[in-house]
C-alpha cells in the first residue's frame, strides 16, 4: 500500500523549532518530489516547499524562506522538514504529498497525501 505517514508534530513555544517527517511506505522515494503543505483553521492550504528528486528545494512560501529548510534520505524512504524560529502563524497541520521527479506549485498535482501532523506555536 503507498502511503506517506507525517510524523514529529507537537506544541512547541515561539522562537522553538520542530523537525517533521514524511516517512514513505509501499514504494520508494527515488524518482518522486515530495511537497510540504499546511493547512490552518479556516485557512486554504499552503504549498510551503518541496525538494526534487534531484535533491534541490523548491520554495513556495516567502514566509517560510530563511526559517525552514527540507531535506531527504532516500535510503530510510524519508524526507524531513526543519522548523526553526517558530510563530505562532506556523500554527496548523502539516501535510506532505508526492509527485513524479520534480516540484510543482498547484498542489492539485501531487498524490498520496498523509493524515497530517499538527504544529501549534504557542507559550
Known amino acids: 500500500q503507498v502511503q506517506l505517514v507525517e510524523s514529529g508534530g507537537g506544541l512547541v513555544q515561539p522562537g522553538g523549532s520542530l523537525r517533521l517527517s514524511c516517512s514513505a511506505s509501499?514504494?520508494?522515494?527515488?524518482?518522486?518530489?515530495i511537497g510540504w503543505f499546511r493547512q490552518a483553521p479556516g485557512k486554504e492550504r499552503e504549498g510551503l516547499l518541496c525538494i526534487n528528486k534531484n535533491y534541490s528545494p523548491t520554495y513556495y512560501a516567502d514566509s517560510v524562506k530563511g526559517r525552514f529548510t527540507i531535506s531527504r534520505d532516500n535510503a530510510k524512504n524519508t524526507v524531513y522538514l526543519q522548523m526553526n524560529s517558530l510563530k505562532p502563524e506556523d500554527t496548523a497541520v502539516y501535510y506532505c504529498?508526492?509527485?513524479?521527479?520534480?516540484?510543482?506549485?498547484?498542489?492539485?498535482?501531487?498524490?498520496?497525501w498523509g493524515q497530517g501532523t499538527q504544529v501549534t506555536v504557542s507559550s
Open positions: 504529498a508526492k509527485r513524479l521527479y520534480y516540484c510543482y506549485l498547484g498542489s492539485e498535482s501531487y498524490d498520496n
Open positions: 509501499g514504494f520508494t522515494l527515488d524518482n518522486y518530489a
